[in-house]
């Protein structure tokens, strides 16, 4: 398509109007700066300050293509290809879930726990997707040895990409926590976090097409009749690999928070607590084995 003289104001308003029908006000204003740095390769902040400015034909093509995407529902963080996760910049595809606010404040808490402790830390991270929290860890706690696994190779593929962007070690491993394997066991762990899937297949219908057209089910349902399975599993392992006094810390169904509590009681954990999240959701179960 070929662009007329259309200015910065002027494509900041098209690209508003043309969500309207598909996005709320306020995620459309969410998706302004993103918008920005994807057309103009530039800051929202640097661009309104030249909105006067023709955009180019090449940021008017952008313009078109992004506006396309985001009407089809993909979301923004994949037609981009990259994410922001805390301080680390991640790529993200189809393969991946789409880091959420909530898993960060599940990493800043850890973070906050372990900040000021001097002690060798060796850490699982089950569930790893883009590497989101294995990564961020590592980088805000170099001293930390991470190994994260998910039973996603192509997951994997993706959170080892991650790594060498960032230039952070981590320990990877393509692993079914349903049935893991041996070496698994032989190995201890002062911590294990994970965000993992915990929501039941009968919410599908309620959700965003945005989430249930493109992004991966795995790291995402769990069986009606199953749905504390992912907890159920992690407390029982935590069992077998956490060192005296070892630590577990886990994103939270929100619905649920008591009942995976009690499931960490009835297997002899202690010091169990939920933390809620900004929204005041229970988002976060923290839980110790042994003294
Ligand atoms: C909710 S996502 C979390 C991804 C990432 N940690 C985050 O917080 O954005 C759950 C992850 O668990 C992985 N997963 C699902 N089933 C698994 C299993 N049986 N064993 C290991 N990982 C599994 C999925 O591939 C997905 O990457």
Known sequence: MQKKFVKIHESIQLFKQSLQSVYPDSEIESLV??????????????????????????????????????????????IMGYTYFLDLKLKVNEHVLIPRPETEELVMEFIKQ??????????????????CIALAIKKNLPRAYVHAIDVSASALAVAKENAAINQLDIEFTVDNIMNPGEYLLDRTYDCIISNPP???????????????????????????????LFYKKIARLGKLILINGGSVLLELNEFHYMEICDIFLELGYNHINYLKDMQQKPRILTAQYGC
């Open 114 to 131: 372990h900040k000021d402790n001097q002690e060798p830390l060796e850490i699982l991270d089950i569930g790893t997707g883009s590497g």
């Open 33 to 78: 700066p993103l918008m920005a740095e994807y057309v103009f390769r530039s800051s929202y902040f640097k661009i309104t300050l030249n909105k006067e400015k023709t955009i180019t034909q090449d940021e008017y093509n952008r313009l078109n293509y992004l506006m396309d995407e985001l009407k089809s529902g993909k979301p923004i963080q994949y």
């Open 198 to 228: 915990y929501i039941p297949d009968a919410e599908k219908s309620f959700m965003k097409p945005q989430v249930i057209d493109y992004e991966p089910h795995i790291a995402l349902f769990v069986p009606d009749d199953s749905q504390f």
